[in-house]
């Protein structure tokens, strides 16, 4: 397996056979708990490191259409959704997980739109804006009913 393989299929996560972009988001979910856990600032240099060596990976790869193994942009999407968690209780990663994972199924607005980008860049992105999505949303709810997520 090549690097750029390894990297793409989320270190291998995405290779499974019923629902490879859930499992890769369900062991990023994982790791970063434990970063969130262990130095929470390893979390956002995560998700940009994740984001940078998805491009180079798709691209590498030749995987410019999202294929189902292709789940490095899962991880991306599913750390910055956690971003917005304090600590990593049980509530709030499940949210996180949830969340994410509706969006990046759903894609509505938004989301649909970066996928359109097409490329290594769309590959990416509508993970990215999902991700995002679902960290706005976590953030609201942190803010709205303080320690509901905690």
Do not use: N
């Amino acid at each position: 397996m090549t690097a750029a393989r390894l990297i793409a299929s989320g270190f291998g996560s995405g290779l499974v056979k019923f629902a490879p972009g859930t499992a890769g988001s369900f062991v990023a979910l994982v790791l970063g708990a434990a970063m969130l856990h262990v130095f929470p600032p390893a979390l956002p240099v995560a998700a940009a490191a994740a984001y940078l060596a998805g491009l180079w990976a798709v691209r590498a790869e030749g995987a410019e259409d999202d294929p189902g193994w292709v789940v490095i942009d899962e991880f991306c999407g599913q750390w910055i959704a956690m971003l917005a968690l304090a600590t990593p209780s049980p509530a709030g990663l499940l949210a996180a997980f949830v969340l994410f994972r509706v969006f990046d199924i759903v894609k509505p607005g938004p989301i649909r739109t970066a996928e359109r980008l097409g490329g290594a860049q769309g590959v990416m992105a509508d993970d990215v804006v999902a991700g995002a999505i679902a960290a706005l949303l976590l953030w609201m709810v942190r803010t709205g009913w303080p320690g509901l997520l905690e």
